[in-house]
């Protein structure tokens, strides 16, 4: 189980289904809430830069990197990052991981080419409405389906995919078990689930479908997960 820090204009926030206009503020002070996953045992943080995404640059670096310096654990950033400078200089403040969205779909190219330079840390994020790729913050539609991208993206060497179901993402309604199942299924790369999940028992079946790691986010800031009970659960499974 993987814990999200979605920030907006410096701030952790959650939106409704990827709607800027329907935003929960959770915490000013993101540094403290990623301290306090790590100390709960999280051995990976998921930090989204949402103004970047929206703005394609990012926008919370300064941010993002001081997370990264007061943690020990891989910091996994997402968000803006659309050119090889970008990569570049997530890496250099810190980053563990980064992850490409919107440029996995327009620039072939970079997407290659960050993989062949940083071998294993690249992830693409596959972030679906009604099974069509949405990029830009979740508010551009692509044309492209979300088999077809996975399909494209793993032949060009990208090693991890995270899928988000933008229906059920911040929507506590769980998460789309089936069609990841059916992913992990047709894909040969690990697969990260994200949107819906509510419960230690969606952890549970998202493990049992084959998925890696689940991305959590308004669950455990509300408090309908305790981090270290789902990652006691998650690793019996």
Excluded at 102 to 111: E, I, K, P, T
Aim: proline share 4%; with cysteine.
């Amino acid at each position: 189980m993987i814990p999200a820090i979605d920030l907006r204009g410096g701030r952790c926030v959650r939106l409704f289904q990827g709607d800027f206009a329907r935003e929960t503020q959770y915490s000013g002070d993101p540094v403290a809430v990623a301290c306090r996953w790590q100390g709960l045992g999280a051995r990976l943080i998921h930090v989204v830069d949402l103004d970047g995404a929206r703005l394609g640059v990012p926008a919370n670096s300064g941010s993002i990197a001081a997370i990264c310096r007061a943690t020990t654990v891989p910091i996994e950033v997402s968000g803006g990052i659309r050119t090889m400078d970008g990569v570049r200089d997530a890496f250099a403040y810190g980053a563990g991981r980064v992850q490409l969205g919107s440029a996995a779909v327009r620039d072939h190219a970079l997407l290659r080419d960050a993989c062949a330079a940083f071998p294993g840390r690249i992830v693409v994020s596959i972030d679906a409405r009604d099974g069509e790729v949405m990029t830009d913050g979740w508010l551009k539609a692509s044309g492209v389906r979300t088999l077809d991208l996975a399909r494209q993206v793993v032949a060009l060497g990208v090693p991890r995919l995270m899928v988000t179901d933008i229906a059920r993402d911040g929507a506590m309604s769980g998460p789309n078990v089936e069609a990841l199942a059916a992913l992990v299924r047709e894909l040969p790369v690990p697969i990260i689930a994200s949107g819906g999940v509510t419960s230690v028992e969606h952890l549970r079946a998202l493990a049992a479908a084959g998925c890696e790691g689940v991305i959590v986010g308004k669950a455990l800031y509300e408090g309908h997960i305790d981090l270290r009970d789902a990652l006691a659960a998650v690793a019996a499974c």
